[in-house]
């Protein structure tokens, strides 16, 4: 926890922040989490619930681009939760939500033309046009197509005493707020991932390196124990009897300083490769026993 909250604190962890609350914010504009009817009028202005019989392609042709909303759902649905639910998917927009009763249409009418809420501002305007655009349906239960056309009717009616605006209605696709959440998702991930990479990369590189130097040290320990050895066996042959055994001895201790000389210069460059001056330390040690 401690480390996730230390990363909070740097860019990284807040730009990893500012693209989840953007993809949050663009899934939830874009409908992902809304109900099929709020989905559907999103991008269309009728939705009919399964098992209602209605041509929504021919009702879509009479609504127009009207800033208004149908939606007809079974009966004893509770329209007024269905209504109130489309604040988003059906803002700026007249909803009327319509449900048969026996022989009559059951109706409820919200305005969210002040966007997504519902227009207090205007609260009369606003009654009026609830109450208006559901009149006169009753007559026409078994045929919906032609209870659109007088809803269309109460409609423009409304427009033409300045309790509605007559502009026309703009769609706000989702398409476009879902490409922006899938970019910022792949932003916080690519970027996740990538932070990962790196670290892994430095991590073995870091190992690498470390097995590199324990490699090295131990190396140079062998060496440096191998150079031990010849020292003694040096310092042990000195006066010794002999001219040849005293002729060889003085080849093989210069041999020893040319080495040890090659060893400073090799520790002094920061040169790590001792194994070949391990081996002619061994190689003195053999012909220093062979004086013995």
Known sequence: MNWIMRQLGTWFGLGTVACLLLAIWALWTAGLFEGPAARTVRTTSVYAAPGIALDTVAAERIIGNRRLVVVMLEPGSDLSAACDGLGNAAAGTLVLAMAREGDEFDTYGCGFLAGGEVDE??????????????????????????????????????????????????????????????????????????????????????????????????????????????????????????????????????????????????????????????????????KLRGLT
Request: glycine residues 10%.
């Open 121 to 286: 501002g205007g609260f009369g305007r606003r009654a009026v046009a609830e109450t208006r655009i559901g009149a006169g349906l009753d007559g026409f239960v078994d045929r919906p197509l032609d209870a659109l056309k007088v809803v269309v009717i109460n409609y423009d009616q409304l427009v033409d005493l300045d309790v509605l605006p007559g502009d026309a209605r703009t769609f706000s696709p989702s398409l476009p707020r879902y490409l922006v959440a899938a970019a910022a998702i792949t932003a916080v991930v690519g970027g996740a991932l990538a932070l990962y990479l790196v670290a892994q990369r430095a991590g073995s590189q870091a190992a690498a390196s470390s097995g590199r130097r324990e490699e090295s040290d131990d190396s140079r320990n062998v060496l440096s124990a191998e150079m031990a050895l010849v020292a003694r066996q040096i310092i042990d042959l000195d006066g010794r009897p002999g001219r040849s055994r005293a002729a060889q001895h003085a080849r093989l201790a210069v041999a020893y300083s040319t080495l040890l000389d090659e060893i400073t210069t090799a520790d002094r460059d920061g040169r790590s490769d001792f194994e070949h001056f391990t081996a002619r330390a061994k190689t003195l040690s053999g």
